[in-house]
């Protein structure tokens, strides 16, 4: 497993992940929430939409891609995020604060916008 040290918190990276088949091109869109289009097929999250969980190996359309499903996952905040947040998909699939979506997660570690962070997934 590897561990992940970050402002002085460790977290061991455990986490149960699934396979999906991307609708889309998701190769710029790594550590960014999805979730399942009406073909079954994997595509970014909708702002305060439900999400399936974080892609972790972006490829191409009709190639397989690692979904982290539940566990803690590296993700990228779309805004200012305090650690113990609960979190929701903001736009483009990045975390943000939870103001009225569905929570998704609760934030691990604090960081600015566009910062790759840890989520713990519900």
Same mark, same amino acid.
């Given at each position: 497993?590897?561990?992940?040290?970050? $402002? @002085?918190? +460790?977290?061991?990276? !455990?986490?149960?992940?699934?396979?999906?088949?991307?609708? %889309?091109?998701?190769? /710029?869109?790594?550590?960014?929430?999805?979730?399942?289009?009406?073909?079954?097929?994997?595509?970014?999250?909708?702002? $305060? @939409?439900? +999400?399936?969980?974080? !892609?972790?190996?972006?490829?191409?359309?009709?190639?397989? %891609?690692?979904?982290? /499903?539940?566990?803690?996952?590296?993700?990228?905040?779309?805004?200012?995020?305090?650690?113990?947040?609960?979190?929701?998909? @903001?736009?483009?699939?990045?975390? !943000?604060?939870?103001?009225?979506?569905?929570?998704?997660?609760?934030?691990?570690?604090?960081?600015?916008?566009?910062?790759?962070?840890?989520?713990?997934?519900?």
């Amino acid at each position: 497993m590897a561990e992940t040290q970050r $402002k @002085g918190i +460790a977290f061991d990276q !455990v986490w149960k992940s699934i396979t999906g088949v991307p609708g %889309v091109s998701l190769k /710029a869109h790594r550590y960014k929430a999805v979730n399942y289009n009406a073909d079954e097929k994997t595509v970014l999250a909708t702002a $305060k @939409g439900n +999400a399936v969980g974080i !892609v972790y190996e972006p490829f191409e359309i009709n190639q397989p %891609v690692q979904v982290v /499903a539940q566990g803690f996952a590296f993700c990228v905040y779309g805004a200012a995020v305090t650690a113990g947040q609960p979190l929701e998909v @903001g736009s483009d699939g990045k975390l !943000v604060p939870y103001t009225d979506g569905i929570i998704i997660g609760t934030a691990a570690v604090s960081a600015a916008a566009d910062a790759i962070g840890t989520v713990l997934l519900k």
